[in-house]
């Protein structure tokens, strides 16, 4: 019954797939089970359908390739797919979930990433690795040399300047063994010091030469790292409906609780994309150390909000700002 489905849910994963087809009036009218090798041939001879897939592990890769045979694929957060969830959790009720979810009106769908977002994605993941490994190993020499009764000041920089003066100087305190072992340990430093600068020539050579990436740098506080991982997580800024809704997908609106039309506004949500939340911020605090010196409007609302409300709130409120920016000139491409 190929030709009465106008919908097709896909629960994808690595190597088994299910698949669920509904009508025009929401009965199911197709279930199938495939392998990762019978998927593509499966959709190619489908007739033009709508798709609709978690936004997970994969997602992107397999919305391209299922956009490339004809179809309307949607992918959705898999918390907005949750509730559509009958009875107990298996694979072929997450695909009717997924069926139902994607007809729906009011449904949020995620913007499909190109290769080129995902390339610059990929580098920024390998960056938060690479500093998570180069600070535990730092931490690790740190607590090493303790033992031995070797102090060397605290952060990344100093360790740079210091660790080696500090083992020749202090080298009638280690043994044979213990030298060697410091030694090797110093040289994975500056392996890990390489990988890091490969990866920041990269991600520095795209953002020169990528137009969306150079009109974002002209927002102060708003760098070659931040524009970067801006360009990489927003796809399409014409998702959004205003800049207020790219600010709430950061989490940098008040969280809302409003009942019996008593409204109530929290902190932050916190929601969305935890390092580019923390890239904006660091960006605000930047752009706060110099706003005594300049006199344009932006400068004086920054000077009467740290007054009135601090340095911290101050931050959000700029970071805020800027994601209205990044959205105001990623839809309209002007600098």
């Not at 213990?178 to 340990?185: G, Q, Y």
């Not at 399409?236 to 008593?262: E, I, M």
């Amino acid at each position: 019954m190929k030709h009465d489905m106008h919908v097709l849910g896909i629960d994808i994963a690595k190597r088994v797939f299910h698949a669920v087809g509904m009508d025009d009036r929401g009965n199911i009218v197709y279930r199938k089970r495939l392998s990762r090798h019978d998927l593509i041939p499966y959709i190619a001879q489908l007739p033009p359908v709508r798709i609709g897939i978690e936004a997970c592990g994969g997602a992107h890769y397999w919305a391209r390739r299922f956009r490339a045979h004809g179809h309307e694929v949607k992918l959705m957060a898999p918390q907005f797919v949750k509730p559509y969830v009958k009875s107990n959790k298996n694979d072929s009720r997450d695909a009717e979930a997924i069926a139902e979810a994607v007809t729906r009106p009011t449904m949020r769908f995620v913007p499909i990433k190109d290769v080129d977002q995902q390339d610059l994605q990929a580098l920024h993941r390998v960056r938060e690795r690479l500093m998570g490994a180069r600070t535990a190993l730092v931490n690790e020499v740190h607590g090493l040399l303790h033992e031995y009764g070797i102090i060397i000041s605290k952060g990344v920089a100093k360790f740079r300047q210091a660790v080696v003066g500090k083992l020749e100087s202090e080298k009638d305190k280690l043994t044979s063994l213990s030298r060697e072992m410091f030694w090797k340990l110093v040289d994975e430093f500056a392996l890990l010091e390489k990988q890091l600068a490969y990866d920041q020539e990269k991600r520095d050579t795209v953002a020169t030469t990528h137009p969306e990436c150079q009109r974002l740098m002209t927002i102060p506080g708003i760098g070659p790292f931040t524009a970067t991982a801006l360009v990489a997580a927003i796809s399409d800024a014409s998702a959004f409906k205003n800049g207020r809704q790219c600010a709430a997908w950061l989490g940098l609106v008040p969280r809302q609780h409003t009942t019996d039309g008593k409204e109530r506004l929290l902190g932050i949500s916190k929601r969305g994309d935890t390092s580019l939340r923390k890239l904006l911020g660091h960006g605000a605090r930047t752009t706060l150390r110099w706003v005594g010196r300049k006199t344009d409007r932006r400068s004086q609302w920054m000077r009467q909000l740290l007054e009135r409300r601090g340095k911290n709130r101050t931050a959000v409120a700029v970071a805020n700002k800027n994601a209205r920016m990044v959205w105001a000139l990623l839809t309209s491409h002007q600098d």
